[in-house]
């Protein structure tokens, strides 16, 4: 199949579509769990923080700085109502280190933006916290393949379509490149548009769908495969 023309814009979602990002979460998590191991079982650090991160994401949005209110809600209950200095240091230290990572390109991305670039106006779709997500994107050294990136507060049907007057983008031009079926895949085609899922191999629990059926939706092992399709 050959999409060549059909679309005028190019989204590509950020986190795990074009550098490393959940594995570093992944890691956070390991070192929490550590943490707190003369309090309970791994399993129970984990479910307590994934109950205060599911309460949390509403109130503060995605980014390491609600991890870190997740991580001290959990660590505070599980240390019963008296958090050690010692905790809440090793849990800033944690999402310091989350934070401030080094930033790793996925493989096959800058070959693939080089290729598509020119032929379709592309635009980084994220979601996240403001300047975390702004200051990946300005260190990543892909600026200049992109004419811009969009911060969303959710990647929902309705940010999308917002997204789309906004740049003034028909949906049905849209293509949308990304690694979660949640965020990246269900919603666009939800509006009409077409989208490539990439699958990563770490998936955040919060991200776990079923894939949607639909034409328009189209899944490949590596970003490198995407070229095919749309040159
Ligand atoms: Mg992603």
Not at 24 to 39: H, P, Q, S, V
Not at 131 to 145: A, D, I, N, V
Not at 162 to 178: A, F, H, V, Y
Request: net charge negative; glycine share 8%.
């Amino acid at each position: 199949m050959n999409l060549k023309g059909k679309f005028t814009h190019i989204f590509f979602d950020a986190d795990d579509t074009l550098w490393e990002n959940e594995r570093y979460f992944r890691e956070a998590e390991a070192k929490f769990t550590g943490l707190l191991a003369d309090y309970t079982s791994p399993e129970g650090v984990q479910q307590m923080l994934w109950e205060k991160q599911e309460e949390n994401i509403p109130l503060f949005g995605y980014g390491s700085k609600t991890y870190m209110i997740g991580m001290t809600d959990a660590a505070l209950e599980l240390c019963g109502g008296h958090m050690p200095d010692h905790i809440y240091y090793g849990v800033k230290k944690i999402i310091t280190d989350l934070a401030f990572h080094k930033l790793e390109i996925i493989e096959g991305v800058e070959e693939t933006l080089k290729a598509l670039q020119g032929q379709y106006r592309l635009i980084v779709a994220t979601k996240g916290d403001l300047p975390e997500q702004m200051g990946k994107y300005r260190q990543s050294g892909l600026t200049g393949y992109f004419h811009h990136c969009e911060v969303m507060e959710n990647k929902d049907e309705t940010n999308y379509l917002e997204l789309c007057t906004k740049n003034d983008i028909d949906p049905s031009r849209l293509l949308m490149i990304g690694n979660s079926v949640k965020s990246d895949i269900a919603p666009v085609v939800g509006i009409g548009g077409t989208a490539i899922h990439i699958p990563h191999e770490v998936v955040w629990v919060h991200e776990m769908m079923d894939m949607p059926e639909s034409e328009r939706i189209i899944e490949v092992q590596g970003i490198r495969d995407i070229v095919s399709y749309l040159l």
